[in-house]
């Protein structure tokens, strides 16, 4: 696209608005572009730009040194990142820029820091440490540098993969069956599919396949009571409910008024009977107490960092620090001791985040079961064999997108021992 004077101030404008990261990036566009009257190849040209400049945020600032304003940062991100070359740029360029601009384009990667190359800040990379190597933090960080491919999951209880699937390549477009999960679509450009006939009758529902294999590793069965602890918008909800054929009862539990209320029109285009919505104010009120020792299978999807997101919230790394993670370790495993209340002797309970830190994976489980002698942990990698996901997991499930091309998921599978006694619920 051509570079002018005013698509430049555009992305300059955005960016100081964004760049203090008071608020996530996405939502911060989404109300500048609510401002702005511009066309659609502008949006385009700042969305994917804003994007850009916070996936290679580290490097940026280094390459402006002391000066990281949203000018330098942009016209550095567009001749190292953005395809663009000094020629086209040259008109916007002021004294001074186009050969510190040639220096930008010339830095060697592998002479910086770690936490620069990786694009992940030092106290995330601490966290890491002891339980990866360099080159598999850098492999990690350098994963979460491009966008996500667009994922989809097929609703088993109105169409089969083969079907969507016939019907995507029949239109031409670009659609493969996800290699883990069995009934996940991936899309390798992303076209808007909300007016998409699949999506409007419930067919398909956008979710990542990493997200996808916590449903396996429930498993819920057609009669099952399950419940659902930190549903949200129902991400993985609406898949539990397909997977139990729209039978038993499942109860689809979360704090957040506003994100229940998104599940809704979710919920209406999926067919789904057997979800029950149910508002709670922390995870010990008292509207649960009556489901304790009754629940065959229950999902815990904790509220995390959302580190294992950064393809999609780039912005994620830098909003997060150790104190908020501290503080989501609190919650964790509180609404983990909370929510295995729910299990009756024999039932089974998985633990996730999408987060890749293992203060807020390994940690809280190991303290957990510490804690709980009634529970033993079930290997997440035997599950996923017999559904026939081929995976190399073992204890747990651990999906990185270096490794897997899913965002990252943690996940746990627990199980409350049969000869629990009543006290002990
Ligand atoms: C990781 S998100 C869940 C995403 C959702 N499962 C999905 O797939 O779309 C964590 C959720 O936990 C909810 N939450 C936070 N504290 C909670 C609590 N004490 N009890 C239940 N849910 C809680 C948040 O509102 C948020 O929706």
């Given at each position: 696209m051509l570079l002018t004077e005013y698509r430049l101030d555009l992305v300059i404008r955005a960016l100081r608005s964004i760049l203090p990261l008071e608020h996530p990036a996405d939502a911060t566009l989404r109300h500048f572009f609510q401002h702005e009257r511009i066309g659609s190849k502008e949006r385009a040209l700042v969305a994917e730009t804003i994007f850009g400049v916070l996936r290679h945020r580290l490097f940026l600032e280094q390459a402006c040194a002391q000066e990281a304003t949203p000018r330098r940062m942009t016209l550095a991100y567009w001749i190292r990142?953005?395809?663009?070359?000094l020629r086209e740029l040259e008109p916007l360029l002021m004294h001074g820029e186009s050969s510190w601009l040639g220096q930008v384009k010339a830095?060697?990667?592998?002479?910086?820091p770690l936490p620069v190359q990786a694009e992940l800040p030092e106290w995330v990379i601490e966290q890491l440490q002891p339980t990866m190597s360099d080159e598999m933090i850098l492999a990690l960080g350098r994963s979460m540098q491009s966008p996500a491919p667009l994922d989809l999951r097929v609703n088993t209880l109105l169409a089969t993969r083969d079907e969507v699937l016939q019907t995507f390549q029949s239109e031409g477009m670009d659609a493969l069956p996800t290699p883990y999960s069995p009934i996940g679509i991936r899309l390798k450009n992303k076209p808007a599919l909300a007016g998409h006939p699949l999506f409007l009758s419930g067919k398909i529902e956008v979710q990542d396949e990493g997200s996808q294999l916590l449903g396996y590793l429930l498993a819920p069965k057609r009669s099952d009571m399950v419940v659902d602890f930190c549903a949200g918008a129902g991400g993985k909800t609406l898949m539990l409910g397909a997977m139990m054929q729209s039978q038993g009862r499942l109860y689809a539990l979360d704090v957040s008024e506003k994100r229940l209320a998104n599940l809704k029109p979710r919920l209406k285009r999926s067919g789904l009977s057997n979800l029950h919505p149910q508002l709670i104010s922390?995870?010990?009120?008292?509207?649960?107490?009556?489901?304790y020792g009754k629940i065959d299978r229950v999902l815990v999807d904790a509220p995390c960092?959302?580190?294992?997101t950064s393809r999609r919230n780039p912005d994620i790394k830098f909003r997060q620090s150790p104190e908020s993670v501290t503080g989501y370790t609190r919650m964790q495993a509180s609404i983990l001791a909370s929510a295995s209340k729910?299990?009756?002797?024999?039932g089974r309970l998985v633990y996730a985040t999408c987060s890749f830190l293992p203060q807020e994976n390994h940690a809280i489980i190991d303290a957990f079961l510490t804690e709980h002698p009634a529970f033993i942990q079930r290997p997440a990698g035997e599950i996923l064999a017999q559904n026939k996901i081929p995976m190399e997991s073992k204890t747990f499930l651990q999906l990185l997108p270096s490794l897997h091309g899913t965002d990252a998921f943690f996940a746990a599978v627990l199980e409350r021992v049969k000869t629990t006694s009543p006290q002990e619920i």
């Open positions: 990142f953005g395809g663009y070359n830095i060697s990667l592998a002479t910086l922390h995870e010990n009120d008292s509207r649960i107490k009556r489901l960092s959302g580190l294992g729910l299990l009756k002797p024999g």
